[in-house]
Structures are given as C-alpha cells and as structure tokens.
C-alpha cells in the first residue's frame, strides 16, 4: 500500500491509519468461533450447552467492548465532522441496531435459570439462541464491511493524518489484542485497564476521553469490581479476597454465594452451577459410615448454640489415613464452616452435599447454624441424622422449599416433627399482625410501609427415601401446622414403617400435592396406587428397599 502523507510532511502508511481493518478482523475471527461452537454443541446435553453459554457469554462481550471503542474514539469524531443531518442519522443508525446487548441479555437470562435449577426445554433455547445468532451475523458482517469502505475514506479525508494516526494507536490499546485468548474475568480486567501515555491534541480532547496518566484496576469503582468479579468462581473469589481489604469486601458480596457445591469444589469443579443432579438416581453412592459422628450425649450442647471443634477435629484423626479426595473434602467442609458461612451465611440459598464422604452431624449443623435463609438443602445419602439437621431448625427453616435426606439412615420421626413445627410457626408469624391494632391504624392513614413480614415460601419438595425409621407418627406430624399447602414431589420409598392410613392422611393435608409424584412402599395398599408411583429403590445398593429386603 502507497504511503500517505500529511500536511505535517508525516508520511504513513494506509495500515498506520486504518481503524477499522485489524479490529474488524479479530471480531470476525471471535464469530467464526463461535459458530463452529454453536454447531458443535449438543443441545440436549446440558454440559455442552453450558460450555457455549461460557463462550457466548466471553464472545459478545468482547463484541461490546469493541462497539464501545468505536463509538467513543471513531464515531463521536466522525458525527462531528460531517456536514448534514442525513450522514448524522446513518451514523447513528448503523450502531444503534447490532443486537449485542440483546443477545448478552439472552445468554445471561438462560445462565441464570441453569444456576437456580430452572427445568426447561434445552432444545427449545438452543433454537431461540441459534436464531439470535443467526440474525447477527447478517445484520453484523455487512455492517463491518460498510465501516470498512464508507467511513474509512471518509476519516482520511476530513482528519488530519496524524491524528487519525493516533485514533488507530488509542483503538488498538483499548482492545488489548496481546490477552486474547484468556478468560472472561481476565480479559475484563485487562480491557478495563486503560493505560494511554499518548496525550491526544487539543482538536481531538473534547471527542475522545484519555486518562494520561492511566488507571490501574485497583482505582476502577467497587460496582464496576462487582460486575468482574461475579465472573469469577469460589476457588478465584477465594484468591481475590487476598489482595486487598477492598477485594475482599468485594469477593464475599453475598449474592455471589448463593449456592454452594462443597463436595464437588473438593473434587476440582470450581463452579457455582446449578443447584443439584438429584433429579438424577444417586442411591448407588454409598455414605461413608466409618465415620463417627457426635453422639445423643452432645445434643445439649449444639442445641445451645456452643458448637465445639472437637467434632471437625475427630474426622480430620479418622480421615488422616484415607484417601486424598476424602481428605480435601473435609477441609473445604472445615473452610467453609469456619471462614466462609459467618461472612455470607445470610445469603445462601442453596447447599448441596449429596454423596459427601465428609459430612458430620457436626458439620453440618455448623453450616446450617449459619444459613438462616436457606431454600434448597440436598444431604442425600450421607450419614447425617436428626442431630445434624437441628442445625436447620435453629433459626427456624423459614425459607425451605425443597429437602432431600434420601439415604439418610439416621433420620427419625424427630425431624418431621421439628420441620412442622418450624414451618408452622413462620406461617403463622407471617400473619400475626394482620388483624392487630397498629397494622389497622398504618392502612387508616395510608402508611405506605410493608403492613407485614414478605408472606414466607413454603415447601415445594420433600425426598425421605431410605429413611426406614420414619413412622405414622412423623407422617402425622407434617399435617399439624397447614405447612405442606404447597408440596408438589413427596418420596418415601423405602420407609417401610408408614401404613397406607398415614399416607392417606398426609395425601389429603396437600392439595398441590401431583400423585405421580408420590412414591411409596409397594407392599403398602392405598387408594391411590393407580395414580402414584411405586418405590423407587428398586435396584438400589445403598437404600431401603421393601421388596428387595433393603439395607435395614
């Protein structure tokens, strides 16, 4: 390509004074990519439909970014310039419709539902994606190349060479080509530090803004820290939360927190994910029953509130000869009981510990000492029993909607009775004001105050399957409070000691509650064996079965 020279006899080339061409070709390449990802992804798997959201996600906000550069470095000169609002319109026009932002939104919207569990058509959402996707890239690519023929020339002929010399330099330095190829949350990090020694003339000062004399990612704003960091996983939020007092604040924001995947972090997966794979049959997974757990004799004691470390202790001396994967188990359990849960207890809403080999009676009430607001608790074939779970009724279980003690041999009557009564009394409290004077005299006068507590939820779903020492008695128990309003899953297969009249009587306390997703005993004769389901542990190793003779 010829060189070009300005009036200041500067001579450059047309590549030292294009702006678009390098930029555009990398936004081509990220687009490739991300097609050959959209056409390799499963849409019925659920992994690999999460890994191209992660790409998705990463791509069009790097798309962003670059739309962002050109409009504050190219377009707001070139809107300046020009003579006539026709030209003024098109510039506006043809980066107001790129659909970047909708199809973050969309990509973040489908993220949201896979993290809180949310069961949709994954079919359904990889066809409405690839349409999205689609209509991009035929709106995008033509876009570029009209930037590329149109407004290039246009920028030689109305700039200055040298100042469009240097719009090209700022261009390329705000897109931070050198990190391509990072992740997401260090590509941000990187993008958003901004460090420009050139200092632009005085003609260009007022339409690009240039911090000379740089900005360091410790000096960005804490929302803008917020929105990086909520990018990151546990084990990065845990390392950010070294750096500083102001990182650490940020890392422990307690929305980042809400759902907490203690074993599968042990193992290496560093992701907040979705909630839990017991919709998935785990009774194969046996619980670890050589471990002691603490005893009847210790039960005032933790009721108290005075949990000791002896418990965690005694596991780490039993655990100390067995293998690594149980041993980093224990440790992330201890971590989290002691550093993580009194900084953001409050704010989680889900704990999953399925197939712990690590979880103790007092362990877990540790944790669940410390998470008041808790919605979603899966301790599914561990060795916890009811002194374990006394953790969940401390501060009284006000949010739960979905419980899974499946396999949990431990579990007795005991837990039915204080989890009605738990229920019960958030029910009723969430009442107790509404008939009382200052709440009648606060409507009179039209006090635009909350007239009472937010109505609590109730729970959704309850898995009691394998805990053979439930009874009637316990049955009985769940239908005192009017706190199963809203049950809908209810499992008790292999609770070999409920009669068909408990059943009976739990069945008709729930009235949401869909018959094909009741499950009992199939030697246990009710007047719903045509619409219910039969015992689903059937075939599995480490559950009560009653046809099978079970694991009594």
């Not at 569990?117 to 709106?139: A, C, H, M, P, R």
Request: contains cysteine; hydrophobic residues 30%; aromatic residues 6%.
């Amino acid at each position: 390509m010829a060189a070009v020279k300005s009036s200041s006899e500067n001579v450059f080339s047309f590549e030292e004074i294009d702006v678009f061409t390098v930029p555009h070709n990398r936004m081509k390449k990220i687009l490739l990519n991300v097609s050959n990802q959209t056409k390799k992804t499963d849409f019925n798997n659920q992994q690999s439909f999460g890994s191209l959201l992660k790409c998705l996600s990463s791509s069009f906000l790097e798309l962003k970014h670059h739309e962002e550069i050109e409009n504050k470095c190219i377009m707001k000169v070139l809107k300046r310039k020009l003579q006539g609002e026709s030209l003024k319109k098109l510039l506006i026009h043809l980066h107001a419709h790129s659909h970047i932002s909708d199809i973050l939104k969309l990509v973040r919207q489908v993220e949201k539902d896979f993290q809180c569990g949310v069961n949709q058509d994954l079919k359904i959402l990889g066809s409405t994606l690839n349409d999205s996707l689609q209509e991009f890239y035929d709106e995008y690519v033509p876009h570029m190349k009209e930037e590329e023929q149109v407004f290039q020339p246009m920028l030689m002929e109305m700039l200055p060479l040298n100042e469009l010399h240097h719009i090209q330099q700022v261009v390329l330095q705000l897109h931070h080509f050198d990190n391509i190829g990072k992740n997401v949350s260090q590509t941000l990090s990187k993008e958003l530090e901004k460090i420009l020694i050139s200092k632009p003339s005085d003609d260009q000062n007022e339409d690009i803004d240039i911090v000379s004399e740089g900005m360091t990612i410790e000096k960005l704003p804490i929302e803008m820290l917020t929105v990086i960091f909520s990018y990151l996983g546990p084990r990065d939020l845990g390392r950010c939360a070294q750096v500083s007092k102001k990182w650490n604040s940020i890392a422990y924001t307690g929305s980042f927190w809400s759902t907490l995947h203690p074993r599968r972090w042990a193992h290496g997966d560093w992701t907040f994910g979705k909630q839990s794979s017991s919709d998935d049959c785990n009774c194969d997974c046996e619980p670890n029953y050589e471990l002691i757990t603490f005893s009847s004799e210790e039960k005032d004691n933790y009721s108290s509130g005075s949990c000791s470390e002896s418990d965690s202790e005694e596991t780490q001396q039993q655990l100390s000869s067995k293998d690594d994967p149980v041993q980093r188990e224990v440790k992330v359990l201890n971590g989290i009981g002691r550093y993580l849960l009194p900084r953001i207890g409050a704010s989680v809403k889900t704990l999953v510990l399925e197939c712990s080999k690590a979880i103790t009676n007092g362990l877990l009430f540790r944790m669940l000492s410390q998470c008041r607001n808790l919605e979603y608790l899966d301790v599914s074939q561990t060795i916890v029993s009811d002194l374990g779970l006394m953790g969940l009724f401390k501060d009284g279980c006000r949010n739960m909607k979905y419980l899974d003690v499946s396999g949990c041999r431990g579990i007795t009557d005991k837990t039915l009775i204080k989890l009605s009564t738990a229920l019960g009394s958030k029910k009723s409290s969430s009442n107790a004001c509404s008939n009382c004077t200052c709440f009648q005299q606060q409507r009179i006068v039209g006090d635009k105050s909350p007239p009472s507590p937010r109505q609590p939820k109730q729970l959704e779903i309850l898995r009691l399957s394998g805990c053979f020492k439930i009874t009637d008695a316990g049955l009985r128990a769940l239908t005192k409070h009017g706190c199963l309003q809203r049950l809908r899953h209810l499992d008790l297969s292999g609770c070999i000691n409920v009669t068909s009249a408990g059943i009976e009587n739990l069945v008709t306390s729930c009235p949401n509650l869909d018959l094909n997703e009741l499950s009992y005993c199939d030697n246990i004769e009710t007047d719903y064996d045509y619409s219910a389901n039969g015992c689903q542990n059937q075939g599995c190793l480490n559950r009560v079965c009653c046809r099978t003779g079970g694991l009594v």
